[in-house]
């Protein structure tokens, strides 16, 4: 059984580390930082004066990262602190499981969830499920011991950050990633921000331009609520603004586009509307919180066979048609022309790459 890293956050920190922490002490001076020498204490105010007068800083990332091609139509969140929630997610098949240290999770339970989480990542066999973790949010005093734990597992596929509210959040846990994460994984670990206040939806062009490690953005409908003081309805229509705003961020830097979560989780009715909603405005998953919610949400968020066959003879259609030095023609009563075709030739490609991810 692996060691777990229950002395993590009062280690000595590696230069790399000591910048991550001077960014974080520079932006988010309240945060609890792990207790360090008073030469590095020395040191890191030295870093955070020189950070604070140079350039914006750049991401840091410094292994080559690419985006990846990874599915995530369900992402599943299991709270860290429930044995018996975690020990279920090895039989479920959602394209990612989030182990879940922030709001499922109560502040008496954040260590014990944190050393949980990081036997979840270390020992579950979950198939072909991408692990996830969700971190405190950046700021909040708790994320610099997470991330001490959780990254010094190989199997983190990506990490969730919550409260988005600024590039520089990002930015930050990329950092900690290059300091913390074993050499041999880091390059592939990937983030996923979460949009879930005004200030993220406003700054949101920033946030999802951040870091080359950002996979995709996820709105969270409730915090929102919370944070904006709406009131919810179940025309969904007062998230419209944000939601559109986060699918259309995400389409427009290469980003997957995950909505908010289902919370009337016993009504399979809602959870169908939403996920044909999120669809059809451009989402390409959505968050899940009880198993009963993911066979739905992998079958919708996936092209289904009728959308395979129609964009098969979109493209086949096309090509004839140019041989004979014809743009646009009618298939079915409706017009086809390049827009068309494009978009049937993405459906294509998305189909087989999620083929390949199920083989
Ligand atoms: N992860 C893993 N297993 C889960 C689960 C989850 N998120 N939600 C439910 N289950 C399991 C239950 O443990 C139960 O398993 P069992 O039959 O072996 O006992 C089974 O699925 C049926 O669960 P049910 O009894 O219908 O639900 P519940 O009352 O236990 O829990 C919730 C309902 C909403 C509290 C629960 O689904 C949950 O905690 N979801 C995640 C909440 C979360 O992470 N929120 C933060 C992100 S928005
Ligand atoms: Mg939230």
Same mark, same amino acid.
């Given at each position: 059984m692996p060691r777990l890293p229950s002395a993590l956050p009062r280690l000595i920190p590696? +230069? %790399?580390?000591?910048?991550?922490?001077? *960014?974080?002490?520079? *932006?988010?001076?309240?945060?609890h930082l792990p207790r360090t020498s008073s030469h590095f204490q020395q040191q890191q105010r030295n870093v955070a004066r020189a950070l604070s007068t140079a350039a914006p800083a750049k991401p840091a990332t410094e292994a080559p990262v690419g985006r990846t091609e990874r599915a995530r139509r369900a992402v599943f969140y299991v709270p860290g602190s429930d044995d018996r929630k975690l020990a279920k997610s090895r039989k479920l098949v959602?394209?990612?499981?989030?182990?879940?240290?922030?709001?499922?999770?109560?502040?008496?339970?954040?260590?014990?969830?944190?050393?949980?989480?990081?036997?979840?990542?270390?020992?579950?066999?979950?198939?072909?499920?991408?692990?996830?973790? %969700?971190?405190?949010?950046?700021?909040?005093?708790?994320?610099?011991?997470?991330?001490?734990?959780?990254?010094?597992?190989? *199997?983190?596929?990506?990490?969730?950050?919550?409260?988005?509210?600024?590039?520089?959040?990002?930015?930050?846990?990329?950092?900690?990633?290059?300091s913390i994460a074993p050499e041999a994984s880091r390059a592939n670990i990937r983030v996923l921000a979460c949009i879930e206040s005004a200030l993220g939806v406003l700054n949101i062009r920033d946030i999802?331009?951040?870091?080359? %490690?950002?996979?995709?953005? !996820?709105?969270?409908?409730?915090?929102?609520?919370?944070?904006?003081?709406?009131v919810r309805t179940p025309s969904r229509t007062e998230f419209l603004y944000a939601r559109q705003r986060v699918a259309t961020a995400a389409s427009a830097f290469g980003l997957q586009a995950i909505d908010m979560v289902c919370v009337d989780y016993q009504n399979p009715d809602v959870l169908e509307e939403e996920c044909r909603e999120g669809r059809e405005w451009g989402f390409t998953g959505k968050q899940a919180i009880? +198993?009963?919610?993911?066979?739905?949400?992998?079958?919708?968020?996936?092209?289904s066979p009728s959308d395979?066959?129609?964009?098969?003879?979109?493209?086949?259609?096309?090509?004839? *048609?140019?041989?004979?030095? !014809?743009?646009?023609?009618?298939?079915?009563g409706k017009m086809i022309d390049m827009p068309v075709v494009k978009w049937a030739e993405r459906l294509l490609a998305k189909a087989k790459m999620m083929n390949e991810q199920s083989a």
């Open positions: 590696p +230069p %790399r580390l000591l910048t991550a922490i001077a *960014h974080l002490q520079h *932006h988010h001076p309240s945060s959602a394209d990612s499981l989030i182990y879940d240290l922030e709001d499922s999770v109560p502040l008496n339970r954040k260590g014990a969830a944190r050393n949980a989480v990081f036997q979840a990542l270390e020992q579950f066999d979950v198939g072909k499920s991408e692990k996830t973790v %969700r971190i405190n949010a950046v700021g909040s005093g708790l994320e610099v011991d997470d991330l001490s734990v959780v990254l010094r597992s190989r *199997h983190v596929g990506a990490l969730v950050v919550p409260k988005v509210q600024s590039p520089k959040d990002l930015e930050f846990v990329s950092r900690m990633i290059d999802a331009n951040a870091d080359a %490690r950002i996979d995709g953005l !996820i709105f969270a409908a409730e915090d929102f609520a919370a944070d904006t003081g709406l009880h +198993p009963n919610q993911l066979e739905t949400i992998q079958r919708i968020f996936s092209p395979i066959e129609r964009a098969t003879k979109i493209v086949e259609g096309y090509q004839e *048609h140019m041989k004979k030095g !014809i743009g646009a023609f009618n298939l079915d």
